[in-house]
C-alpha cells in the first residue's frame, strides 16, 4: 500500500493519488502522495504549526505537502503491519495515558450522576505543542491504508475500526485505551476496487483491525525494550482520568 521513509524525525507515508482522512491538527480530507508523522523535540515551543511542519519536511529533504502528525515518540519506533489490502504505521508511547472507568460504586444507575464533564482542557500533561523530551513522551499516531476505492462513509468508519483496535490493544497492554494526544489518518486509493463498508466484518475492516493491532504492538515493544511500560495513570509520567459521572436520562417518546 505505502512506500515507507524516514529521515530527520519525519516519517513520509507515500503513495501516488490516494485520499487521506485525518484527525490531526491539519485534519480533513485531501487528496495526495503523501502523510507524515513528524517528532517533536524537547520544549517544543512552537504554535505557527504549518510553519513548523514546512520547515521540518525541508529539513528532512520531503517537498510534498500532505496531512501531518505529531508525536513526541522517535521515529526510530516507527513500525509498520501488512494484511489483506490493508497496511498501518504505527508509533506509540503511553507515558500520558487517558483512563476511562465504567464502573462506579453507586452502579452506574440512571439519573443518580449529575457532574457533568465541564468541556475544559486542563490535562496536566504534555500535548502536541510541547513537553520533554521525545523518549519520554507518548502519543500513539497510527495511518491506516487501503488498496480499495472506500465510500465516503467507509474512509470516515476506518478511522473508528482504526480507533477500536488501538483501544483494545493498549488496553491489553497498560490499562487504558489511549493518551491524551492519539491521531489517526486513514486512507485508500481512489482507483481501487469499490468497497461501500469498513465495519469490523468486511475485508477491510477485519485487515485494519489486525494490522493497527500489530504495528501498536510492535512499536510499543520497540519504545519499551528497556524501559517497562507504564501499567497506569499513576505509574505514568502523565495522564489523566475520565472519572466526572454526566446526567443520564432516557431519551422520551414521541406524542
Not at 505557527?48 to 500532505?66: I, K, N, P, W
Not at 513522551?137 to 475500526?161: C, I, K
Not at 510492535?218 to 505514568?236: F, G, H, K, N
Request: aromatic fraction near 6%; include cysteine.
Amino acid at each position: 500500500m505505502f512506500e515507507t521513509t524516514r529521515s530527520d524525525g519525519v516519517c513520509r507515508i507515500f503513495r501516488p493519488e490516494t485520499r487521506w482522512l485525518s484527525t490531526g491538527y491539519d485534519g480533513g480530507e485531501s487528496r495526495g502522495p503523501v502523510a507524515y508523522n513528524v517528532t517533536v523535540p524537547e520544549g517544543w515551543p512552537e504554535t505557527d504549526l504549518d510553519s513548523y511542519v514546512e520547515r521540518r519536511l525541508a529539513d528532512a529533504g520531503f517537498d510534498a505537502r500532505g496531512p501531518a502528525l505529531l508525536t513526541g515518540v522517535d521515529q526510530r519506533h516507527a513500525r509498520r503491519a501488512r494484511y489483506g489490502p490493508v497496511e498501518a504505521i504505527a508509533t506509540a508511547g503511553v507515558s500520558n495515558p487517558a483512563a476511562l472507568p465504567t464502573e462506579f460504586d453507586d452502579g452506574g444507575r440512571e439519573n443518580t450522576a449529575v457532574d457533568a464533564v465541564d468541556g475544559s482542557d486542563e490535562t496536566g500533561g504534555p500535548d502536541e505543542l510541547g513537553g520533554p523530551a521525545a523518549d519520554d513522551v507518548g502519543t500513539v499516531n497510527v495511518v491506516v491504508g487501503t488498496t480499495r476505492s472506500l465510500e465516503p462513509g467507509a474512509l470516515a468508519n476506518l478511522v473508528a475500526v482504526a480507533a477500536e483496535a488501538k483501544a483494545a490493544t493498549l488496553l491489553s497492554r497498560c490499562g487504558s485505551p489511549g493518551t491524551t494526544t492519539d491521531a489517526i489518518v486513514a486512507a485508500c486509493d481512489p482507483s481501487g476496487e469499490t468497497a461501500a463498508f469498513s465495519g469490523s466484518a468486511t475485508p477491510v475492516g477485519n485487515a485494519a483491525r489486525i494490522c493497527v493491532r500489530d504495528a501498536i504492538v510492535a512499536s510499543l515493544d520497540a519504545r519499551y525494550a528497556t524501559d517497562p511500560i507504564p501499567q497506569s495513570v499513576e505509574a505514568a509520567a502523565y495522564g489523566v482520568v475520565a472519572d466526572a459521572r454526566a446526567t443520564v436520562t432516557q431519551v422520551q417518546r414521541r406524542r
